[in-house]
C-alpha cells in the first residue's frame, strides 16, 4: 500500500498530536522547508524529504511518543540559539498557537482553583530599572504561582552601574544569582544588551518606546479568548486602534503579531501627530490584512469586533489646550452604543486616564459586558505563566503538576464583572 | 423526655463544640435572635425557634459536624458580604473570642516550633503607599509562615496612578494578580474605597487618621495572653492610656474592641489639646465600663492592670518647649514603682522615642519583666497570620496542617526577654 | 593492647570523620587543650585527658555517630555563645574547612542540578540601610534555594527609626518577626550593635569601613575551589593584592582569613595614600607568611598564584589628574601575559569600573580564563547558602534534603564562561 510523502507527513502530525511547528523543530529543520514536503507532489514548490530524515521519523520519532513535547516551543522561539522572550518577532502563526496552548494550560492556576510547583527551587530576578508597579507585581504573581521565588529590584540604576559597571557585568554576575530575569529599562535596545551578556533567559520587560512583547501577547490571548466566548475567528475580523498610535509601543507590537492572521481589517485613528508610523503599517500589510487611516473617532468605531484604545498623553501635545485632548475624543458608552455591535470588545493597556473630560475609555462603560479591560489585565497572569514555563523548559509538566487549593476566594474578582467571567 | 428549647440549643453548641456566634451563623440568623431563642420560656424577650430550623439542626448541622467549622469566621465578620478587615467596628464579643482562639492555633507557627504550607500557591499584594517598614514586613513575614508569596509595592502612589488612573482601576486590576491585599495608605477612606472596586479581600493596614485594626487585635491579644498568664479577666480589670489620646488610632481602637467587655476601669491621661474625642468616649461608655479622665500621670498609673502609652510627636504641640514634652512625663521605672502592681503590663504601639529626656517610655523599664511590648510586637505574627487565614477560609485547616521545622533559633528572641517567655 | 592517648583521638578523628575543631566543641573544650591531649606523652605542652572525657568518648560520642555532626559549626563560631556571624575573627583554621565543606554541600543546588527546601517556613529580614543592589539579591536568592522566604528592606533609615526608635527596639522588633537577618549599614559597629539586641542570629552584609565577611569567605572558597581545579594548595602560594588597599574592607578581610594559612607570599601594591594599614599587616604576619610591598604593578603581578584587583574610586584623590587614576595602572589582557602564569587566577569583588581608561580590571581579558571574577561572584550564593544553613542549624541535613530539578538552564550561565565552569 503506497502512501504519499504529504500523507505520511500529515499523519505523523496526527498520531503525535502536534503543529506542524514542532513537528519542524524536532526535524531540525525550518517551517519553510517542511512546507514544501509537505505539499502535493505535482505542485511547482514540493521538495523530496531527504531518506535520512523519513528514518528518523519512522525509528525515533513515532516511537519517543511521551517526549514529542519537551522543550519544543522554546526551541521554536528562540533568539540566536537562546531562551530569551525579547520581541514579538519571534513568533510565527504556529508558535503563537502554540503559546496559547500554553495559556490556556495555565487557566486553573490563574482562576485560583489548582496550584503548581512546577518551578520550586527557581529564582527570578525581576530588575525595573523603571517603575511600573503592576508589570512588575503581575510578573512576580504569575512566577510565585508556578512555585517560585522572586528578587525584586527597583529604580533607575543599580548601585554598581552608578560605580562605572558595564551592563555586561550586571547581567553575567545577575544570570549566576537567578534562574530567569524580567528586565524593564527605560532605553530601547538596552534589554537586547542585557540579553546577550547571559545565557540566562531574558524576558523583555519593556525598553522605552522599543518592545513590551508580554503585553502584545496578552492583548492577542484576550482577543483570542473573547472571541472563542462569542464564536468568532480572529481571521478575517475587524479591529480599531485608537490614542497614540505613534509612541505607543503596545499597539506596535499588536500590530506586527495581528498580522499574522489572514483577511484583517484594521482601522486606525489618531490625533494628528500621533500616527501610526509607515514602518509599522507595511510590516502589517501582508496575508490580505488590510489597514485602514480613519479620519474620525466615530468612522473608527463602526461595525468594528475590537475597540483597542491608548492613552494620549497631554505632554505629547505642543498645545495643551489642543482640540485632541478633548471630551469629543473620549470613547464613552453612548459612542460605543452608536457605532458598535452588540458583541465588540473594547479594550486598552492601561492605566486609563480616568479623570473627568480626559481623552481615554470614559468610566461610564464600567458595567458593559464589552468593556474588557480588566479581562485584559487579568491575563497577563496566565501569560507570563506561559512565559515562564516555556523559558524553563516546564510547559509540558505544568498540568500533571497540579493539585487543589485549600483556600477560597469569592466567585467574581470584581463587583462590576461580567456573570460569565468567573473565577 | 422533654428538653427545653434553652436546653436543646445549649446541648447543641456542646455536641459542635461552637459559640453562639458560629451557631447563628450557621443558621443564618443574627446573634440577637438566637439570643432571644436561648432565654427561659418564662422571659419577655423569650421567642419560639421555627419549626424549619430545628429541622436543620437535627438533619443537617448535627450530622456534619466535621464540616461546622467552616468559613463562619469570615462571614461573621463579613462587610457587606465580603471578605475584608477595614474596622474593629467589624467584630462583636464573641467573634472577636473566636479570632484569638484562632490566633492561639498560630502560636506553634509564630513560636517556630511547627511550619505550615495551608496558604501554598496564595499571593499576598502588600501595597503601601505610604512608608511603615515593620508593619509591612509583619505582615508579608505572617503570610509566609502560612505557605504564601508575597509582592510587596512602597511609595507614596503606584506609577499607574500618578497617570490618573482611578483606585477603583487599580484595586480591580490588583486583584486580578493577588488573593489578598494589605493596604496602608495616609489618606482616611482610601482603603474602603479601594475594598469597594474589588471582592479579592482587603486588610486596611492603617489609613492615614482612620483605623489600623490589626494594631487594635495584636493589643487586645496581647492584654488576654498576659492576663491568662497572670489569672486575671478582661471584664472588671483596669487600664489607662496615656499620651497622645488625639491623633493615636492605635488607642481609638482599642477603646472601641475594649468596650466589647463588661466593668472595665478606663483611666485617660494627655497633655492638654490632645485629649481623647468625645465620640470615642461616648461610644465606650457602655456595658457598665467607667471611663474617667485624669489630671496626672502618677493617678493615672495608679493600681492599674494595663499602662497603655503612645509616642507624643512634639511637632504636635505649637510651643515646642512645652512643659508636656519633658522628662516629668516620661514613663520610667521609678513611676510604675511607686505607682503600678507588680502584675501591671506596660504596653506601646511602637516605635517607642528612645531618646532621653522623650515624652515616652523609658528604656530603664527594659529588664522589667512587666514591660510587655516586644511581647505585644511578636503577637503582631500569630495575630496577622489569623486575619490571613479567615479571609482566606482556612482557619479551621491549620492544625491539620502543621508540621515540624528542621532548623532551630535561640529560646529566647531578646537577650532581655522574660524567663516565662520563650520561643 | 596498649594505644597511646594520641592514638586514641585521632581515631576517634578518623571513626566519627569529624575534624578536631568538631571534636573539641563535642567535648566542651577550646582546640587549644585537645592539641595538648594530641601530642605526644613526652612533649612539654603535653596534657593527660580527664578520665571523665575519655569516658564520654568511649560511652556517648562513638556511640552517636549519626548526630556527631548536629550543629556543631555554629557553636565552634558562635560570638558571646550567640550564632552570628560578623566578623571573619570568628573563623580558625578548622572551622574555615568545616565551613568550605558545607559549602561545597551546597554546589548541587547553585548549580541548578538539585532542589532542596531545609529551609521551609524559615523568613529572612533582609536589611540594608545602604543600597547594596547585588549583595541583597545575592543573600534572598541564596535563602529562597534552601525554601525559605525573604522579606526586604532598602533605604538608609527605617521609618520607625527615623521617630526616635534606638536600633535596640528595632533588633528586638525585627527579631520577633523573622528567623535571621541580614543587616547592611554605613556606619561602622551598628551591625555589631544590632546584634547584641538579640539573640535571632545576624549576619553582618558590610558595615561602612568595618567588616563584610560573607564577601571574604566567597573570596577564599573561590581561591580554594580553583586552586583544586589546578592541583594547587592555598598553604605556600603567593597573593598580589591591588588597588585600594586602605579603605577596601574586602582586601582586609580577605587577608585575615589568609593569615590562617601557612608559608604564603603576600605582595600589596596600591596607589600612594591608599596603602595596607600596618595593623591587618602586622595581625596576618603570624604562620611563616611573608607580606611585601611592591613598588610597581608589574612586579606585583610577576609570576603569582592569585591576582585579587579593586577598584580605585577617583573620589579619594585630592588631584583628579592624578597618575595613579590612569591606564598604566589598569590591568589588561597584555600586562598579565607579560608577568603572569598560565595558571594564574585573576580576582575582584565587583563592581569593576569598566570604563575606558578606568584604573580598574581591562575587559579585555572578559574571554581568558584566568579571569575568575563571574566564577567568584557565582560562589557567592553557595557560601550565602552555607552561613544560613550554618547558623540555622541545618547544614548537616542539607544532603539528605535534595531532590531533582524540573526546570532546566543552557549549560553555561555566561557566553564567554570556560569550557571547565559550566552547570
Redesign the interface.
Known amino acids: 500500500m503506497f502512501i504519499s510523502q504529504q500523507e505520511f507527513l500529515f499523519s505523523v502530525i496526527k498520531r503525535l498530536d502536534i503543529t506542524k511547528n514542532i513537528l519542524a523543530v524536532k526535524l531540525g529543520v525550518s517551517l519553510c522547508t517542511l512546507n514544501s514536503w509537505l505539499l502535493p507532489e505535482d505542485s511547482a514548490e514540493f521538495l523530496i524529504m531527504p531518506t535520512t530524515i523519513k528514518r528518523f521519523i519512522s525509528k525515533q520519532l513515532l516511537c519517543d511518543k511521551d517526549n514529542i513535547r519537551k ?1 519544543y516551543l522554546r526551541d521554536s522561539i528562540a533568539v540566536n540559539g ?2 530569551h522572550l525579547l520581541s514579538v518577532d519571534q513568533f510565527h502563526r504556529d508558535s503563537l498557537e502554540d503559546f496559547f496552548r500554553v495559556t490556556d494550560s495555565m487557566k486553573p ?1 490563574s482562576r ?1 482553583q489548582k ?9 527570578l ?1 525581576n530588575l525595573f530599572f523603571e ?4 508589570t ?3 510578573f ?2 504569575a512566577f ?2 508556578l ?1 517560585g ?5 527597583t529604580g533607575f540604576t ?4 552608578a ?4 551592563i ?3 547581567s ?8 530567569i530575569m524580567v528586565v524593564r529599562h527605560p532605553e530601547q535596545g538596552s534589554v537586547a544588551e542585557f540579553s ?6 531574558i524576558v523583555n520587560g519593556g525598553d522605552g518606546p522599543g518592545e513590551h512583547p508580554s503585553q502584545a501577547l496578552l492583548d492577542l490571548y484576550t482577543i483570542r479568548t473573547e472571541f472563542s466566548r462569542l464564536g468568532k475567528s480572529i481571521d478575517g475580523s475587524s479591529v480599531v486602534m485608537i490614542g497614540d498610535l505613534k509612541y505607543g509601543r503596545t499597539v506596535h507590537s499588536l500590530l506586527k503579531l495581528l498580522s499574522l492572521y489572514k483577511g484583517l481589517k484594521i482601522s486606525l485613528f489618531s490625533p494628528p501627530g500621533l500616527e501610526m508610523p509607515d514602518s509599522i503599517i507595511n510590516y502589517a500589510s501582508v496575508n490580505g490584512n488590510h489597514i485602514d487611516i480613519k479620519s474620525s473617532l466615530e468612522e473608527g468605531l463602526d461595525g468594528v469586533d475590537v475597540v483597542y484604545a491608548t ?1 494620549v ?1 497631554k505632554e505629547r501635545f505642543e498645545n495643551p489646550n489642543d482640540e485632541y485632548f478633548d471630551k469629543k475624543f473620549q470613547i464613552d458608552l453612548s459612542k460605543i452604543n452608536s457605532n458598535c455591535k452588540k458583541d465588540t470588545i473594547i479594550m486598552h493597556p ?6 473627568p473630560g ?1 481623552n ?1 475609555l470614559s ?1 461610564d462603560l ?1 458595567n458593559d459586558n464589552r468593556l474588557a479591560i ?1 479581562r485584559q ?2 491575563n ?2 496566565p501569560v507570563r505563566m506561559a512565559i515562564f514555563a516555556i523559558l ?3 510547559d509540558h ?1 505544568v498540568n500533571n ?1 497540579l493539585h487543589d ?11 462590576d464583572d461580567s456573570p460569565f467571567y468567573c473565577l
Chains 1, 2, 3 share one sequence.
Open positions: 522543550y537562546k531562551n492556576i485560583r496550584i503548581s510547583r512546577i518551578l520550586e527551587g527557581a529564582v530576578g517603575a511600573s508597579t503592576r512588575r507585581v503581575s512576580g504573581a510565585c504561582r512555585g521565588s522572586v528578587c525584586d529590584t543599580f548601585s554598581s552601574m560605580k562605572g559597571e558595564s555586561y557585568d550586571t553575567r554576575v545577575m544570570g549566576g544569582y537567578v534562574d546577550r551578556s547571559t545565557n540566562i533567559p492613552r498623553q492601561l492605566p486609563r486616564d480616568g479623570r480626559a481615554d468610566t464600567n480588566f489585565a487579568d497577563g497572569i524553563l523548559g516546564v509538566l503538576s487549593v485549600q483556600w477560597s476566594l469569592p466567585a467574581y474578582i470584581g463587583p
